[in-house]
T-cell receptor, first 111, second 117 residues
Framework: KQEVTQIPAALSVPEGENLVLNCSFT??????LQWFRQDPGKGLTSLLL?????REQTSGRLNASLDKSSGRSTLYIAASQPGDSATYLC??????????FGTGTRLTVIP | NAGVMQNPRHLVRRRGQEARLRCSPM?????VYWYRQLPEEGLKFMVY????????ESGMPKERFSAEFPKEGPSILRIQQVVRGDSAAYFC???????????????FGPGTRLTVL
């Protein structure tokens, strides 16, 4: 069964700093790896989806990488802003028809 | 183009009552997924449905929980005889299609927060 781990559990950075969030998964036979953002009391917003054949995806200040062989993905956020404060979740999809989520990294960007 | 809609957003039930959670997928989406997020835990898959069919319910508790996605109307997650341990946020997601070896992005609703007193 797929297990997804995210470290750190919480992270505080000053505004403007670049940062990296880490995600690891135990089963490398994935279809894709997704990064989501969850704001308190809200639903999930999909940020980036990397198919298994891809190595990275970029959207604005966000860049996600995928290394299937080592079972790792990273989310890089450039020039962080207070509006980036949220919980970031990674999720992998295998052939089991569903997403396996990590427990998230709670990010606080301090103005 | 409205996103995934869930209602109610907040639901309070006493132990032993029934809870019904509704999910309307995005327009044109015929695949629906339900997830549960317990306090301080990650989201856990419960069930995957297509119109009138349950495809995968491997994450659903064996008793008291059921789900449906009728030909017309929203998908319903039903919890009978709720207990305090059912208190959680329940999220629904929908996707456009699935093809062998790859999937579409799942779009999530805002969730229903169930509190059992």
């Amino acid at each position: 069964k797929q297990e997804v781990t995210q470290i750190p559990a919480a992270l505080s950075v000053p505004e403007g700093e670049n940062l990296v969030l880490n995600c690891s998964f135990t089963d490398s036979a994935i279809y894709n790896l997704q990064w989501f953002r969850q704001d308190p009391g809200k639903g999930l917003t999909s940020l980036l989806l990397i198919q298994s054949s891809q190595r990275e995806q970029t959207s604005g200040r966000l860049n996600a990488s995928l290394d299937k062989s080592s079972g790792r993905s990273t989310l890089y956020i450039a020039a962080s802003q207070p509006g980036d404060s949220a919980t970031y979740l990674c999720a992998s999809e295998t052939g089991a028809n569903n997403l396996f989520f990590g427990t998230g990294t709670r990010l606080t960007v301090i103005p | 183009n409205a996103g995934v809609m869930q209602n109610p957003r907040h639901l309070v039930r006493r132990r032993g009552q029934e809870a019904r959670l509704r999910c309307s997928p995005m327009k044109g989406h015929s695949h629906v997924y339900w997830y549960r997020q317990l306090p301080e835990e990650g989201l856990k898959f419960m069930v995957y449905l297509q119109k009138e069919n349950i495809i995968d319910e491997s994450g659903m508790p064996k008793e008291r929980f059921s789900a449906e996605f009728p030909k017309e109307g929203p998908s319903i997650l039903r919890i009978q005889q709720v207990v305090r341990g059912d208190s959680a946020a329940y999220f629904c997601a929908s996707s456009l299609r699935r093809t062998s070896g790859s999937t579409d992005t799942q779009y999530f609703g805002p969730g229903t927060r169930l509190t059992v007193l």
